[in-house]
T-cell receptor, first 113, second 113 residues
Framework: ETGVTQTPRHLVMGMTNKKSLKCEQH?????MYWYKQSAKKPLELMFV???????ENNSVPSRFSPECPNSSHLFLHLHTLQPEDSALYLC????????????FGPGTRLTVL | QKEVEQNSGPLSVPEGAIASLNCTYS??????FFWYRQYSGKSPELIMS????GDKEDGRFTAQLNKASQYVSLLIRDSQPSDSATYLC?????????????FGAGTRLAVHP
C-alpha cells in the first residue's frame, strides 16, 4: 500500500447505527486530519492530530468521535448520525509544521438514511 | 475569520489555451500556499505548492504568488480536456496554536476540444 488509504470507500447507514471509518498513511507523516466535504461547500476541517495528540476539534458534534492510536492510523467513529451528515469524508496526512503539504486519501462516501 | 476566495466558475477554455485560476486570501501572515486538483467524485490531489513571492513552474503548471496583494494564481499552459476538474486553493494559517489549511470553495475548469 502507498500513500493514504481509507476504508470503506462507500458506507450507507441508518440513523441508529454505529460505524467506523479507517484511515492509514504510509508516508511517514506525523500529523493526520479528518475533513468533511459536502456538495457545493468548501472542505471543512473536523479534527487534527499532531504527534498523536488531538489539537483541533472544530466544533464538531459529539456524534463524531476521532481516535488516533498511532501516527499511521486514524479512525472516525460514527453514531446516531443525521441525514445532513451525508458527505464525502476525507483523511489527510502531513508532516507537522509551517510548510506541510497535506496528502489526501480517496475518501469515504457516507450516506445516512 | 481567515478566508480564501475563489471564483466558482465554470472557467471554460479551448484545448491548447492557457487557463488562469485566481485566489485571494485574508491572512497576511500566511506563509504557505497550495493548489489541489479534484476530479468529480474523487479526492483532492496536490499539484503545486509555493512559499515565496514570484513564479514557480512545474511542467505545464505555473503558480504565482504576490504576498503584498494577498493573491495566488495557477496558470495551466496547453490546456487539455483531462485538465477539466475543480481546482482548490489552500492557504496555511496559524490559528489556535497550530498551522492548518484553509481551503477555498474551488474553481471549476472546463477544457473543450
Amino acid at each position: 500500500e502507498t500513500g493514504v488509504t481509507q476504508t470503506p470507500r462507500h458506507l450507507v447507514m441508518g440513523m441508529t447505527n454505529k460505524k467506523s471509518l479507517k484511515c492509514e498513511q504510509h508516508l511517514g507523516h506525523n500529523a493526520m486530519y479528518w475533513y468533511k466535504q459536502s456538495a457545493k461547500k468548501p472542505l471543512e476541517l473536523m479534527f487534527v492530530y499532531s504527534l498523536e495528540e488531538r489539537v483541533e476539534n472544530n466544533s464538531v458534534p459529539s456524534r463524531f468521535s476521532p481516535e488516533c492510536p498511532n501516527s499511521s492510523h486514524l479512525f472516525l467513529h460514527l453514531h446516531t448520525l443525521q441525514p445532513e451528515d451525508s458527505a464525502l469524508y476525507l483523511c489527510a496526512s502531513s508532516q507537522a509544521g509551517t510548510y506541510n503539504e497535506q496528502f489526501f486519501g480517496p475518501g469515504t462516501r457516507l450516506t445516512v438514511l | 475569520q481567515k478566508e480564501v476566495e475563489q471564483n466558482s466558475g465554470p472557467l471554460s477554455v479551448p484545448e491548447g489555451a492557457i487557463a488562469s485560476l485566481n485566489c485571494t486570501y485574508s491572512d497576511r501572515g500566511s506563509q504557505s500556499f497550495f493548489w489541489y486538483r479534484q476530479y468529480s467524485g474523487k479526492s483532492p490531489e496536490l499539484i503545486m505548492s509555493i512559499y515565496s513571492n514570484g513564479d514557480k513552474e512545474d511542467g505545464r503548471f505555473t503558480a504565482q504568488l504576490n504576498k503584498a496583494s494577498q493573491y495566488v494564481s495557477l496558470l495551466i499552459r496547453d490546456s487539455q480536456p483531462s485538465d477539466s476538474a475543480t481546482y482548490l486553493c489552500a492557504v496555511m494559517a496559524f490559528s489556535g496554536g497550530y498551522n492548518k489549511l484553509i481551503f477555498g470553495a474551488g474553481t471549476r475548469l472546463a477544457v473543450h476540444p
